[in-house]
T-cell receptor
């Protein structure tokens, strides 16, 4: 069965610092992988997705993620944090074949301080 | 605006009541979903419909009944509400079909509080 583990429920960075949010997955087949962002009292917004094309995926708001099959990881990075990046981030996995069902990780809350 | 819209945004009700949450999408997507987000922010899929047909039905109490009158609408009816039903319920839609993946578009959520 597919699953997602997000290491670190809370991450705090300084404005301008590197953002690194970790995601490891478990899947019996090569998966599709996603990062979503949730701002307070809002729904989830798709940041980026990996669907077996390029392993380095660029998303919105300057975020990118790299699929590493050998490490079963899909970590999210941004070179320079902005105050507006403070939000909850969710990694999700789905298995190709059949109807898509997203399985979400527990989320990582990113705090950005001046 | 093209979007996934849910109503109501907030719902406070007493235990034992029956309530409905409505969801509509004008994105032309074929597939719609209901997710539950608990107090610890954990998201779990409940149901999914593709073109009005139920395709995913997770282990959800029978008190929860989805209804899809057409592919643009997916409503959630909950009978005999319990304290544990308190959560944020998200509707989502996608152009996903069999073996096709594009990503979900989420509504802004309905915060249900059972007292």
């Amino acid at each position: 069965a597919q699953s997602v583990t997000q290491l670190g429920s809370h991450v705090s960075v300084s404005e301008g610092a590197l953002v690194l949010l970790r995601c490891n997955y478990s899947s019996s087949v090569p998966p599709y992988l996603f990062w979503y962002v949730q701002y307070p009292n809002q729904g989830l917004q798709l940041l980026l997705k990996y669907t077996s094309a390029a392993t380095l995926v660029k998303g919105i708001n300057g975020f990118e993620a790299e699929f590493k099959k050998s490490e079963t990881s899909f970590h999210l990075t941004k070179p320079s944090a902005h105050m507006s990046d403070a939000a909850e981030y969710f990694c999700a996995v789905s298995e190709p074949g059949g109807y898509n069902k997203l399985i979400f990780g527990a989320g990582t809350r990113l705090a950005v301080h001046p | 605006d093209t979007a996934v819209s849910q109503t109501p945004k907030y719902l406070v009700t007493q235990m034992g009541n029956d309530k409905s949450i409505k969801c509509e999408q004008n994105l032309g997507h074929d597939t719609m979903y209901w997710y539950k987000q608990d107090s610890k922010k954990f998201l779990k899929i409940m149901f999914s419909y593709n073109n009005k047909e139920l395709i995913i039905n997770e282990t959800v109490p029978n008190r929860f009944s989805p209804k899809s009158p057409d592919k643009a609408h997916l409503n959630l009816h909950i009978n005999s509400l319990e304290l544990g039903d308190s959560a944020v319920y998200f509707c989502a839609s996608s152009q996903e079909g069999f073996n096709r993946v594009y990503g979900y578009t989420f509504g802004s959520g309905t915060r249900l509080t059972v007292v």
